[in-house]
């Protein structure tokens, strides 16, 4: 009798424990995908250029914001924010490109900032406003278009690369390899032990509407052939840098560069390490152009022969 009334309690503790890693397994997933409420501080200009209040519409009906900051320049660069920010945190790197001659677009993600959108999708549905953007622009006669983006904003940018094969280049800044390995990673910072992402893997599935198998980055990555730097920090944990080096190892680019940042973590680089970040993105818009500038003369002896 005694063994079964000891069966019994430790079958309700077990069914007690499963219940609360159930319950803390959902607040887990609202509180990963909910939507961002920082404000967007307003801005009237930037390195003395007026700023352009625009929206569009995705093509799943999701009005989403942003700034552009025309340079008189057909070369313009899409600057994408991480998750917990919003176009504010762009703001130094928009100043690098628009000194290095480009005009600049900032747009807040879905789910942040001016745009709509209730739920954060670690890039997947979000892929949907940077090729709404992408259109946008052509629409405005930019000839070649850029994709800058980080973490989030970075994963963004590879699920499009199946609907945008000419980028003109593409900076990743602390992109994840894969949403289950990121779940994971993030949950470090809780006292949830980590086998609570297999509980979160379908909740988290259910809520977006889509497959986890599908949100792999480093699988879309492989379709950029555009020029491609990838930056991280040594230091991180969310993205750790072996996951940075593995991204990087996976790319088919035709010209492509890596940095870690010594000491770096999941931050903003452009604010944190300010002049090296500065010289490590201008070196590489540098080779960009003389890349291009090849391709050019190259284009020209074929049509002389």
């Keep these: 009798m005694k063994a079964i009334k000891y069966f019994k309690y430790s079958l309700l503790a077990s069914g007690n424990i499963f219940a609360a890693l159930v ?25 003395d250029k ?12 999701v009005k989403v ?6 340079n008189d320049s057909e070369k313009v660069v899409i600057l994408l924010s991480g998750r917990g920010s919003n176009r504010n945190k762009n703001i130094e790197k928009a100043k690098v490109y628009l000194e290095q001659g480009y005009s600049v677009l900032m747009p807040d993600l879905r789910g942040t900032g001016k745009s709509d959108g209730d739920r954060i999708s670690f890039g997947w549905h979000e892929r949907k406003d940077i090729v709404a953007w992408y259109h946008f622009l052509k ?3 930019y000839e070649h278009i850029a994709a800058h983006g980080f973490s989030i904003g970075a994963a963004t940018i590879c699920y499009s ?8 280049f593409v900076v990743l800044e602390s992109c994840y390899h894969d949403v289950f390995a990121l779940v994971k990673n993030a949950l470090r910072k809780t006292y949830l032990p980590q086998t609570t992402a297999y509980l979160i893997r379908p909740m988290t599935e259910y809520l977006l509407k889509v497959v986890a ?7 879309f ?3 950029c052939k555009s020029p491609l730097l990838i930056m991280g920090g040594d230091s991180e944990t969310l993205v750790p840098a072996p996951t940075t080096v593995e991204l990087f190892s996976h790319n088919k680019a035709r010209f492509s560069k890596i940095h870690l940042f010594k000491g770096g973590i999941h931050q903003n680089f452009s604010e944190t390490f300010k002049e090296e970040f500065r ?15 090849y391709q050019h003369m190259g284009e020209q002896r074929s049509e002389t022969m």
Aim: glycine share 0%; aromatic share 8%.
């Design 279 to 293: 010289e490590v993105l201008t070196d590489f818009l540098q080779h960009v152009e003389v890349l291009y500038e």
């Design 161 to 168: 690369l199946r609907n945008i094969k000419d980028y003109y």
């Design 50 to 61: 007026p700023i352009q209040d625009v929206e569009i519409i995705t093509e799943d009906n």
């Design 213 to 219: 198998e599908k949100m792999r980055p480093v699988i």
């Design 221 to 223: 990555l492989q379709q």
């Design 139 to 141: 629409s405005k006669h």
């Design 65 to 70: 914001s942003a700034w552009l900051i025309d």
């Design 23 to 47: 319950i803390s397994s959902a607040a887990s997933v609202h509180w990963l995908t909910r939507r961002d409420l920082r404000p967007v501080k307003a801005l009237r200009q930037l390195s």
